[in-house]
């Protein structure tokens, strides 16, 4: 299903009391009103100065954790590195910039990567009503997705230099400066830029979509991935990997592999060597240099097995940071992928299915709400219950490519201005069958001293998001989000996606009880 348009409500978009934090209607970040900003200083025929994210270390580097001189520093507009500034030089593309040398942030790089196949998407990022031509005020913003609201992010375009270079991505068209104010505003939002420092690609995909994320184990998934992956690519989803951590980190393997390190998946493609289905997928490095040189690389003689029209729609010989491989190659080097789509209609393969959506905000309460995992037997109860009704499937819905008819997601919400610094608690969450015959409400601690859940999240991690795709069968089930330990507060959001056969109405699939 493609994504909406910019002026649409998404489909999975949480509902708030005075209707902010919306796509619509954004929450200001900070209290900062772009177009009054921008109108003020039109008005006044000055440039904006961000005072809330100003020019010095504090936006860069507060703790000096990167290995940057700040006395070198100099931050200046882009009409004072170049003389003919563009927000955009012939449309937004994953070529458009490469990663910096000073700050460890491919998993936001990656994410940005699969950004720019969907414009639709990209343009709710950034919106289209900017540029360094009419009406030019040195003042920009962007929006992101940040755990359940949409915030409007206002900036100034003065960007960190070093001898007049751009310190941190650089944009490889030297007048392009679309990903060096991107990457400002999300540093922005992460406190500083040092604190987006390390990360995983999933953050960044949320946050620029506000969709269904979903992350495969390459070397435990069961499923037929490469058809998942086709399925997600058809559905405009985007998708990144990581690869093994290595002893150092982004170590260079021989294979041309960089160890810990996050890319995006460009693509997927099957093809005919030699009479055998070929089945490939596409990566790109956002150090936008280093690539893969096993099967399949830009140099590799079985291209020339290729007819001329899939060699010719495929290969590339630029040394750009993008490459194919195998699925095979694939699964062996990489540990897992990531994949965001504003619709989960694209687990499954079957016309017959669709999935519907509820997400909740709730809370753990020291003291009230905060009864921790099951191993607590006394207070377990005492976290948010929710409620979650199977549905029993069609025979060619039930039995298509995706068995799994759940998928349950579990964000912490960070309050913390700076991410470094946002500590996350160990969650998950657990699965219970309800009785037919039990109706209560809010069920009590002895309903869970001898059962055993029948699905988990797995191991508690210190996450900020946690999430499982599984099968149940049909019933009523009860789902538990905890913290690992008991009296830990923190506010979080659940979302549950549950498969529906696509003639029923997509209602709301569970009900809540705290």
């Not at 006395?71 to 030089?89: A, N």
């Not at 037929?224 to 980190?249: F, Q, Y």
């Amino acid at each position: 299903m493609p994504p909406p348009h910019a002026n649409k409500k998404p489909r999975y978009e949480l509902p708030t009391k005075d209707n902010t934090g919306t796509l619509h209607d954004p929450l200001k970040f900070l209290d900062q009103d772009y177009q009054e900003l921008r109108k003020s200083c039109i008005t006044k025929k000055k440039r904006f100065d961000d005072d809330k994210f100003p020019p010095d270390s504090s936006s860069i580097d507060p703790k000096k954790k990167l290995k940057l001189d700040l006395h070198q520093i100099k931050w200046l507009r882009p009409s004072e590195i170049v003389t003919d500034p563009q927000l955009i030089v012939q449309g937004v593309s994953r070529f458009d910039y490469s990663q910096g040398c000073y700050l460890g942030n491919c998993w936001f790089l990656a994410s940005v990567g699969a950004l720019t196949f969907q414009k639709d998407i990209m343009d709710q990022v950034m919106p289209t009503d900017q540029s360094f031509d009419k009406d030019y005020a040195g003042i920009f913003h962007f929006r992101f997705w940040r755990f359940g609201k949409w915030i409007d992010v206002v900036i100034d375009d003065k960007l960190p230099t070093i001898n007049g270079e751009l310190i941190f991505v650089l944009s490889k068209t030297s007048n392009e400066f679309w990903p060096a104010l991107l990457e400002k505003a999300y540093a922005k939002v992460c406190g500083s830029y040092a604190d987006m420092n390390a990360g995983q690609v999933s953050e960044a995909l949320l946050d620029f979509t506000g969709g269904v994320h979903v992350c495969y184990d390459l070397q435990k998934a069961t499923i037929d991935l490469w058809s998942m992956m086709d399925r997600a690519d058809k559905a405009k989803a985007l998708m990144a990997c990581n690869t093994h951590a290595g002893e150092k980190s982004e170590n260079v393997l021989p294979n041309g592999i960089v160890q810990g390190h996050a890319y995006t998946v460009t693509g997927v493609f099957k093809v005919t060597c030699q009479g055998k289905p070929v089945r490939l997928v596409r990566v790109l490095n956002p150090w936008g240099m280093g690539e893969w040189n096993g099967a399949w690389s830009d140099n590799s003689s079985l291209w020339d097995k290729l007819s001329e029209k899939e060699r010719t729609s495929c290969r590339s010989l630029a040394n750009d940071g993008e490459f194919w491989m195998s699925m095979e190659d694939f699964t062996k080097n990489f540990e897992d992928i990531d994949i965001c789509c504003l619709s989960p209609d694209f687990l499954d393969s079957s016309s017959k299915c669709s999935w519907s959506t509820t997400c909740y905000n709730g809370s753990w309460e020291c003291g009230s709400t905060a009864g921790g995992c099951s191993n607590n037997k006394d207070s377990f109860w005492t976290n948010p219950q929710f409620r979650v009704r199977i549905e029993k499937l069609d025979e060619e819905c039930a039995s298509g490519q995706c068995l799994e008819n759940i998928l349950v997601s579990l964000i912490q919400i960070h309050e913390n201005r700076y991410r470094s610094l946002a500590s996350n608690y160990s969650i998950g969450f657990s699965v219970y069958l309800i009785p037919p015959w039990m109706k209560d409400e809010k069920f009590p601690a002895n309903f869970f001293y001898f059962r055993r859940s029948v699905e988990d999240s797995g191991n508690f991690i210190d996450a900020r998001h946690v999430m499982k795709f599984f099968k149940l069968e049909p019933g009523e089930y009860l789902i538990l989000p905890s913290t690992f330990n008991p009296n830990e507060s923190a506010k979080f959001m659940l979302s549950i996606f549950t498969k529906t056969e696509s003639h029923r109405s997509k209602k709301n699939p569970g009900s809540i009880y705290f």
